[in-house]
């Protein structure tokens, strides 16, 4: 593949002249982590997340030693790029001798994977510039479930569609919600119907339920959930550039930088559940479930327990997955831009950390990674030890990890299956809890499975 050993190496001079704030998606399969694709400084970010680049340049802010909630790395984590899964002897419950199978290629910048709760086996691929598959029994059928492409805006390599949810109603309504950026960049979500047998939605059927203006290309955001309350949960970015220079993430006026909370089965398009934390409050969108989010890129609730995981994309030298238990009542600021993981990042010290939630789990950005891919627990069936786990990654490095509570409390993380390189740009269950992750870069879907 000459051609795609000539791109990586001018990525790699190119990155290596490129201080970037928000860098986006390499664009080529390599074997080696390699930044991501430079753009112009402030615009254009990676994709799934936003990123930096792996090589030099960050600022590596020293870790204060606080005792903070967030997992440490004891025991447990290793902090290289490519570590071998190393077996953990004094972890909580671990899955052990964990692979990534290659299960579907041939995809065009994928993306998200999810499934209609129908039983069928069947599995929807989002790809980034538009276009929704079906794939049955590991075969992609070639006419697209739903295309949008000509609605759509990916220059910038945050953009695209990048979210789809079926309705928990799927099979009686028809209706899937999908996320996007428009010809203009901004967010918007909106509802399709798949009528009749529900083999494909029918393009013309769309209705808007939300547009959020984007100020700039990155940080949109892009995840769309039903929650185990039936609500449609989104999750928003801060707008873009870098550092959140408007402030999005602590205005309770603005749905940038949040994780909002609706109800898409009652009113015309939607209205504001009841219970949502600041329904009703003036000066303050009542959508809002969480705030203090930076890019939480993806976003999920525990299938069996209704616990909440938010991978939050961190600035330039943390990345962190934040935790809230089912049944919290939300109104949760999870800090950003005050700070960043569990370090303070503007100011840069002595921030205010009052009512702050912490993350779970963070790591640096300097050799672990440096866009956190937020993911699942494992509810399914084919690997009975990794039941309750919490399974994530990261685009830049590929790793896999595993992270879960030990017998006293503590989160712990550990690598589940080495990376090999960028472009995990998300993981997806099927219906029957089974997990996968999509590689943008290689147009490739894994499964996880045991080894
Ligand atoms: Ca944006
Ligand atoms: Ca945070």
Known sequence: ????????????????????????MPPVNTATPIPPLPASPTSTPALSPELTPTTGAKPTTPAPPTATPVAPATATTIPTPTPTP?????????????????????????????????GSGDVYVVERRGKIKVVKKGTTRTEPFLDISPLLRTTGSEQGL????????????????????DLRGNTVVARYTAPGNRATADPSSAR???TIDQPFPNHN?????????????????????????????????????????????????????PDNPFAGQA?????????????????????LTGDLYIGDVGQNAWEEVDFAAAGSKGGLNFG???????????????????????PIVEYANNGEGCSVTGGYVYRGKAIPSAAGT?????????????????DTGTWRRSVAVAGKGAGHSSLGEDAAGELYVTNLNEGTVYRLAAQ
């Open 1 to 24: 593949m000459p051609a795609a050993v000539l791109a990586t190496v001018l990525l790699l001079m190119l990155a290596a002249c490129a201080r970037l704030q928000d860098a986006p």
């Open 86 to 118: 190393a077996p953990s002897p004094t972890a909580a419950p671990q899955p052990p001798k964990l692979a990534l199978t290659p299960v579907i290629s041939g995809l065009q910048q994928p993306l998200f994977l999810t499934h209609a709760g129908d």
């Open 162 to 181: 990048l979210g789809l949810a079926f309705h928990p109603g799927f099979q009686g309504n028809g209706y899937l919600f999908v996320n996007y950026t």
């Open 208 to 210: 808007t339920i939300l």
């Open 221 to 273: 955001g892009g995840m769309l959930a039903f929650g185990p309350d039936g609500m449609l949960w989104i999750g928003v970015g801060d707008g873009g550039s870098g550092g959140d220079p408007r402030g999005n993430g602590q205005n309770l006026g603005q749905l940038l930088g949040k994780l909002l909370r609706i109800d898409v089965d009652r009113g015309d398009l939607y209205t504001i559940p």
């Open 283 to 303: 000066n303050v969108r009542g959508e809002i479930w969480a705030y203090g989010l930076r890019n939480p890129w993806r976003f999920s609730f525990d299938r």
């Open 336 to 358: 950003w831009n005050r700070m960043e993981g569990t370090h303070c990042y503007s100011p840069a010290a002595n921030c205010d950390r009052t009512g702050l939630v912490l």
């Open 390 to 406: 919490y399974f994530f990654t990261d685009f830049c490095s590929g790793t896999l990890w595993a992270a879960s509570r030990d």
